[in-house]
T-cell receptor, first 112, second 110 residues
């Protein structure tokens, strides 16, 4: 399957710990997006990469959050000093043009 | 903040009936997309309609767009149990990010 993949699918951590998620986009896609989705809500945009350049960040992305896409392929999203309010589904998407975005299965984070 | 609002928030129908969901948004857009999400899973892209299009079909799906009213509708015909999911509209204002509504939870009863 050559769709978007995310790892891990589930992560349980204690408050104050750091966590890192990985996203592998569809191979020919140069655009990569991160979204966060809480229960009962639609996804909310976090950040966007075109190749290795991070072109836009939401104000939702506090200084505890950092995202990278070092070689313009896979991306990582790190959350430092996790808080209970960080519990959510973190979704990654990729696209080859500025239209259809294809989403991965998501990483569900639970902060205890 | 989320731009789109879906209506209704929840919809329950019998298998074989048609399901209609509506989406309203606030600002001008380049395109509008509909996604499906099964419980606890990622989003599956259903259909994209551009701002200069008024109607689009894909299999049992029909999407309309009225830019003067800033609204869109998704019609699923001859519903099946497998259509049970949450449906989201997402608007693209050309800013490289999608803005999602809160979704419609559709339940198809056998």
């Amino acid at each position: 399957d050559t769709g978007v993949s995310q790892d891990p699918r589930h992560k349980i951590t204690k408050r104050g710990q750091n966590v890192t998620f990985r996203c592998d986009p569809i191979s020919e896609h140069n655009r990569l997006y991160w979204y966060r989705q809480t229960l009962g809500q639609g996804p909310e945009f976090l950040t966007y990469f075109q190749n290795e350049a991070q072109l836009e960040k939401s104000r939702l992305l506090s200084d505890r959050f950092s995202a990278e896409r070092p070689k313009g392929s896979f991306s990582t999203l790190e959350i430092q000093r996790t808080e209970q309010g960080d519990s959510a589904m973190y979704l990654c998407a990729s696209s080859s043009r500025a239209d259809t975005q294809y989403f991965g299965p998501g990483t569900r984070l639970t902060v205890l | 903040s989320q731009q789109g609002e879906e209506d209704p928030q929840a919809l329950s129908i019998q298998e074989g009936e048609n399901a209609t969901m509506n989406c309203s948004y606030k600002t001008s857009i380049n395109n509008l997309q509909w996604y499906r999400q099964n419980s606890g899973r990622g989003l599956v892209h259903l259909i994209l309609i551009r701002s200069n299009e008024r109607e689009k079909h894909s299999g049992r799906l029909r999407v309309t767009l009225d830019t003067s009213k800033k609204s869109s509708s998704l019609l699923i015909t001859a519903s099946r149990a497998a259509d049970t999911a949450s449906y989201f509209c997402a608007t693209d204002r050309g800013a490289q990010k999608l803005v999602f509504g809160q979704g419609t939870r559709l339940t198809i009863n056998p």
